[in-house]
């Protein structure tokens, strides 16, 4: 089956190809892509060095600050889509995908893919807290839970 999802997907460059090249070409694929190939060639950038980094997983969920903290809490926002995991996190299958990391010693991080696009602003119950701010809180949650 994975070789019929490859052969559908090379058709994405294809003059007559039957499905949206954006099926592919989107930020979702491009990140993978360019993190799949960065960890291969060890690559360096400033403070990331990628050589280092353990692994990576797409769309998991990370605990977010801002959960339920009651039946019917008006002012909770769900778990955060990480577009891009990366270090050294246990992915919980049994569960929805939620990240998890033990301990204090090694990496985390979490990239927000955008093309052509800017980070959203807001969230439901926090106008001023941006979707970069939304990460962040999620990924202290991560990490000191």
């Keep these: 089956m994975i070789e019929i999802v490859a ?19 989107n930020e979702g694929w491009m990140i993978r892509l360019l993190v799949e190939l960065s960890i291969e060639a060890k690559t360096k950038l400033q403070n990331i060095d990628f050589g280092k980094i353990n692994q990576w997983y ?23 889509h ?12 049994a569960k929805r995908g939620d990240l998890s990391v033990e301990g204090s010693d090694g990496i985390f991080g979490v990239i927000e893919a955008k093309m052509g696009s800017k980070l959203s602003a807001g969230t439901k119950n926090a106008p001023n807290y941006n979707q970069a701010s939304r990460n962040l809180a999620a990924r202290v949650k991560v990490v000191v839970t």
Excluded at 7 to 18: A, K
Excluded at 58 to 72: I, T, V
Excluded at 82 to 93: E, R
Aim: net charge negative; proline share 4%.
């Design 82 to 93: 990480a577009d891009m995991a990366l270090g050294d996190f246990k992915v919980n299958f």
């Design 58 to 80: 797409s769309e998991g969920l990370l605990s977010s600050p801002f959960l339920a903290r009651k039946r019917n809490d008006n002012l909770a926002e769900g778990f955060t």
């Design 7 to 25: 052969q559908i997907l090379n058709r994405c460059g294809e003059n007559n190809t039957n499905i949206s090249p954006t099926i592919l070409y």
